[in-house]
């Protein structure tokens, strides 16, 4: 029902910023827990972000680097990912997800639905 297109990733010097998009398509997803994981190479892949439905609240990864603020647009059906400070151990494909369910920590990859096809983000030193 829904599809996710994640956009903004790059390559950046440590310490600079940059903006994920996460546009959905198919409905709505005003009602949607959104979320984003990353995975580096090599390893798993891991929470760094959510937004609940209807913008009632946040909850953020427990170690990740620098200043991580996620957002939400109704009006544009999409979310974002801020990142501050970026660091290089912020290098991975990040992960855009969305399931319409009522969600707790911890959270994991299999809570959701719905995924995008990844964005790389590369931190250089």
């Known amino acids: 029902q829904v599809q996710l297109v994640e956009s903004g990733g790059g390559y950046v010097q440590a310490g600079s910023s940059l903006r994920l998009s996460c546009a959905a398509s198919?409905?709505?997803?005003?009602?949607?827990?959104m979320a984003w994981f990353r995975q580096a190479p090599g390893k798993e892949r891991t929470f760094v972000a959510t937004?609940?439905?209807?913008?009632?609240?946040?909850a953020y990864g427990d170690s990740v680097e620098g200043r991580f603020t996620i957002s939400r647009d109704n009006a544009k059906n999409t979310v974002y990912l801020q990142i501050d400070s970026l660091k290089p151990e912020a290098t991975a494909v990040y992960y855009c997800?969305?399931?319409?369910?009522?969600?707790?920590?911890?959270?994991?990859?299999?809570?959701?639905?719905?995924w995008g096809q990844g964005a790389q983000v590369t931190v250089s030193s």
């Open positions: 997800a969305a399931t319409n369910l009522i969600l707790d920590r911890p959270y994991q990859p299999g809570m959701y639905d719905y």
């Open positions: 198919g409905r709505t997803i005003s009602t949607y827990s």
């Open positions: 937004i609940s439905g209807r913008d009632v609240y946040t």
